[in-house]
Nanobody, 121 residues
């Protein structure tokens, strides 16, 4: 099993910035990709950003392009989501997700517990 530990999040005013981090740990595993999803009250969980472990290429949902930046540390198996110019509509619980291969088995998804991001207007 792979555990994901998230940090960051909190309350910020519109236009402000926050940084989310997620660290993967566990027995022998290989990360394939990592990223973030978010879920606002009454809404479905949506993809926010993801990054390939092999080449570091990242992709984003249209609504955060130019404001959010996702980076990875392949030594520490962590990802960091830098969120700038935050808007009230970014308010949600943010979940880290990793696709990993454990002991050479079939790739599987692991999820973090979620961290609250609240942007006040």
């Amino acid at each position: 099993q792979v555990q994901l530990v998230e940090s960051g999040g909190g309350l910020v005013q519109a236009g402000g910035s926050l940084r989310l981090s997620c660290a993967a740990s566990g027995r022998t595993f290989r990360v394939i990709n990592m990223g973030w999803f978010r879920q606002a009250p009454g809404r479905e969980r949506q993809f926010v950003a993801g990054i390939s472990w092999s080449d570091g290429s990242a992709n984003y949902v249209t609504s955060v392009k130019g404001r959010f930046t996702l980076s990875r540390d392949t030594i520490k198996d962590t990802v960091t989501l830098q969120m700038n110019s935050l808007k009230p509509e970014d308010t949600a619980v943010y979940y880290c997700k990793a696709k990993v291969q454990v002991d050479g088995t079939w790739p599987q998804d692991s999820w973090g517990q979620g961290t609250q991001v609240t942007v006040s207007s």
